[in-house]
């Protein structure tokens, strides 16, 4: 697994035609040291820097913590850590991040993109600045998923955007417990064919802030917020007890005609088409309601959401 990371870790930083950049730091209570064996692992493995600070300041911490972010994310992950949250309680704050930058292999044209309508739910109709392109892609209808795959290159080839469109407005639900499993995703990515399609996709900004410690105790991941079951004793000298207090990420992404620019990071508190006779038709890819994404290099996901309108 160390191998796998570190290998995958490499494989990022040469991604061809993209910006890509990972970095995770863990800030230690001072007075206290990492395990030496997890020390080692965190900084060859992981890349990770180590810093001690004192948490009894905690605006002091949170605002370094919060500075350090915003410059690996070329500064669009703001305000991750809360200061409330940091105390003489606490020993190690563990942070990563991760930031992408990628220009369309096929930009859409800026005069092309119009407001247009999309179904937030059967009821519920909003106006969104839609881009509009035809084109070659990777596309498919898929009845495993009850949906349309589009697949958006970026320069370089190795990096893409797939937007997964349900066949019902309503569908969204649906889509998204089957994406649950992987397998299936990449199964219907290596069916895809190449033809021409009419995309109309609404250019978007998302940001959203995820509780994971709600997350992971929903996925009966509990042990790791528990003082008496957590067994994090290892990762510093001299400290008994260790648990994890708070998780948290908060993730950003914006999708326009150039091409897609999308950043994330962690922190754990430990503590129109005429129709040519005998062809079939050019497929129309119309993205007016909701629909998941997700950014890959190559068989790596890198970012997921959803677009709702909102």
């Known amino acids: 697994t160390k191998a796998a990371f570190s290998q995958s870790n490499e494989r990022l930083k040469s991604v061809k035609g993209v910006t890509l950049k990972t970095a995770s730091k863990i800030y ?3 007075n206290f040291e990492l395990n030496s064996e997890f020390a080692d692992l965190t900084r060859n493995v992981f890349g990770s820097e180590v810093a001690n600070v004192d948490f009894n300041e905690n605006v002091k911490v949170a605002n370094e913590v919060n500075q350090w972010v915003e410059d690996q994310t070329n500064h669009r992950i703001k305000d991750l850590v809360d200061s409330s949250s940091l105390d003489e309680t606490t020993r190690a704050l563990l942070v990563n991040a991760i930031y992408f930058k990628g220009l369309w292999e096929n930009p859409f044209r800026k005069e092309l993109t119009r407001e247009k309508d999309f179904h937030v739910t059967k009821d519920n109709v909003v106006k ?26 970026y320069e370089g080839g190795d990096s893409a955007l797939y937007v997964v469109l349900p066949h019902e407005v309503d ?44 997350v992971l105790e929903k ?43 999308a950043a994330a990071a962690n922190v754990f508190g430990i503590v129109a088409t005429s129709l040519v006779i005998n062809e079939p038709p050019t497929p129309r890819f119309i993205a007016d309601r909701p629909f998941t994404f997700v950014i890959k290099e190559k068989s790596l996901s890198l970012f997921s959401g959803v677009y709702g309108g909102n």
């Open 28 to 30: 230690v209570a001072k």
């Open 128 to 153: 969104v600045p839609t881009m509009y392109n035809k084109d070659q892609y990777k596309y498919i209808d898929s009845k495993e998923l009850d949906a349309q795959v589009l697949e958006l290159k």
């Open 171 to 214: 569908g969204i639900t649906k889509l998204e417990e089957k994406l649950k499993d992987p397998k299936l995703l990449d199964n219907v990515i290596g069916d895809m064919y190449e033809t021409e399609v009419e995309v109309y996709l609404p250019k978007f900004k998302i940001e959203t802030t995820t509780d994971l410690k709600d």
């Open 219 to 261: 996925m009966n991941v509990k042990r790791l917020f528990s003082p008496e079951d957590a067994r994090l004793d290892n990762l510093l000298k001299s400290a008994g007890h260790l648990y994890i207090s708070d998780a948290r990420q908060k993730a950003f992404i914006e999708v326009n005609e150039e091409g897609a620019e």
